[in-house]
């Protein structure tokens, strides 16, 4: 497996730990990572990403930024603090290098490499997978699968991913590339106390990396704790064993008022009906009891330096 991380890492803490996993597992060849902005900088972002892969011994994975900001001006986004949007750049990484290609270029090129070989694996909003669609639609139709934390299916809720850039999010929904989504009900079941970052912050540059972000996150979010989403979408990839993947006919809320970014899931032919709903299937009935039990082994117990025998 060829795997692309899209990430809008370094406001939301849960990027970061869901890379730390990545780097932490033997099965997924990590071939690049992209970031989006969601109403901050896709560079800065990417120079997060870019530390951590140099914590972590593999510098070698290059770093793309995308986007800044949804192609529609977005209330959601207008709405938020800075440092709600990105809280974990700091000046010590302006040195960070990152390639020159964008986001979505970048997407283009390895579905033309790849193929069906390619997953990508998308814990942000949509914005650069949905311009990759429309600036090549014929090597996106390529790509073997999209894994994404995007939607809520079961409830009244605004997912932020999808609620960021909906246009983006209906784009991928509607591309015909299969496509299996971790909702927000799904994703939410595993949290972790922050209090966990802190004792295992000698474990491993990574794990080092993770409790100071972790910190920064505390102040930024008033938490105590973080809620592991994305590391969820992980183990989907990993370990799709865990989950029941289950087909159903979704569509993004464009116009609402009040509902524009909500995932409408059908639940009936009748008064419930989606008409201009694709096809997608939607991850249920997970183990998040494995899925904590997974980070806290490879990440905070070993880390991704040590279990790739880096010294």
């Known amino acids: 497996m060829k795997l692309v991380l899209d990430t809008d890492i370094g406001g939301d803490f849960d990027d970061a730990n869901a890379l730390a996993l990545l780097l932490a597992a033997p099965e997924p060849d990590l071939v690049a990572v992209t970031t989006v902005g969601a109403g901050a900088s896709a560079h800065r972002r990417a120079q997060v990403a870019k530390a951590m892969l140099m914590d972590a011994g593999r510098g070698d994975v290059p770093v793309h930024a995308g986007a ?81 934390m995007s939607g809520a299916f079961h409830t009244q809720h605004r997912e932020a991913n999808a609620a960021i850039d909906p246009e ?93 970014g909500m995932t409408i899931a059908e639940a009936d032919p009748f008064f419930n009906r989606v008409p201009s709903g694709s096809a997608v299937s939607i991850a249920a009935d997970g183990r998040p009891d494995l899925v904590l039990d997974l980070f806290r082994t490879r990440v905070l117990t070993a880390g991704p330096a040590r279990e790739e025998g880096a010294t």
């Not at 209090?195 to 910190?215: C, E």
């Not at 989907?236 to 464009?254: D, G, N």
């Open 68 to 148: 800044d900001s949804p192609a529609v001006r977005n209330e959601v986004l207008d709405s938020l603090s800075p440092e709600h949007c990105l809280n974990a750049w700091e000046k010590g990484l302006a040195g960070m290098t990152v390639e020159q290609a964008d986001a979505a270029d970048a997407v283009i090129t390895l579905a033309q490499r790849h193929g069906a070989d390619l997953v990508l694996l998308c814990i942000g909003a949509l914005t650069n997978v949905a311009e990759a669609i429309r600036r090549n639609p014929q090597a996106m139709a390529r790509v073997g699968e999209i894994v994404a």
């Open 168 to 260: 983006a999010a209906d784009t991928v929904y509607r591309s015909g590339i299969p496509l299996r989504l971790v909702g927000f009900e799904e994703a939410a079941r595993a949290r972790l106390d922050l209090d966990a970052y802190r004792a295992a912050a000698t474990a491993s540059p990574v794990a080092a990396m993770l409790a100071k972000l972790a910190a920064v996150y505390a102040e930024a979010y008033r938490t105590t704790e973080v809620t592991l989403c994305d590391v969820t979408a992980v183990a989907a990839v990993l370990h799709p064993e865990w989950f029941t993947f289950q087909s159903a006919k979704v569509a993004v809320e464009l116009n609402g008022s009040v509902t524009r």
